[in-house]
């Protein structure tokens, strides 16, 4: 308990520094989250020079919003939503192309002790998963790997895509019916989409 009110008080500080306009505490919110922003712009499918653009465009706007920022979503939550916002708006101007891609040294799931035979195979299905999940369409795949990938909440996933939770649940239902058919086609195997 004493660690939880500790940690809420470092947690009050340091938005009260950033919200003060201290440049110190905003280089460490950057340093903190530029990863998260990133991976935002990447999965919107951005190039790597269009993403350190939408990532500037993005840290400018978190920094000119800061005072309006309420502190009912996490401030992850709250920054992805401002990047997702940020990348959609560039492809919109800028009518890119919306591929999303998946990071190939991420493991979907299985044990951290696995040899060569089963590591090479669970990098294949891997990627057949990823590749699955980047011909969904838009809405569906960015619900997926927001949810699946991101660990966030419908909550959290309606907020950043400004949609309702119903809706959101409603894309991911229809995206694991999706990638059940796909993956069962692909992986020659009945696969049960998890709920």
Partial sequence: MVDNVWEQQQ??????LLRSGDHQAFAEFID???ETVFLCCRRLGLREDQVEDVASETFLAAYNGLSRYSGRAELSTWLW???YRQGVNYLRK???QWQLEAEPDEQIAGSKERGPAATAQGKETEEIVWEAV????RLWAMAVILHYREQ?????IAKIMKAKENT????LFR?????KEVLAAALGEDIDAEK
């Fill in 32 to 34: 903190k989250y530029k």
């Fill in 11 to 16: 947690k009050d500080n340091w938005l009260r």
């Fill in 134 to 137: 980047e011909r969904l369409p």
């Fill in 94 to 96: 800028n009518r890119g």
């Fill in 168 to 171: 959101v649940k409603t894309y």
């Fill in 152 to 156: 966030k909440s419908i909550a959290d």
């Fill in 81 to 83: 939503s401002i990047a």
């Fill in 175 to 179: 995206a694991r019916a999706r990638l």
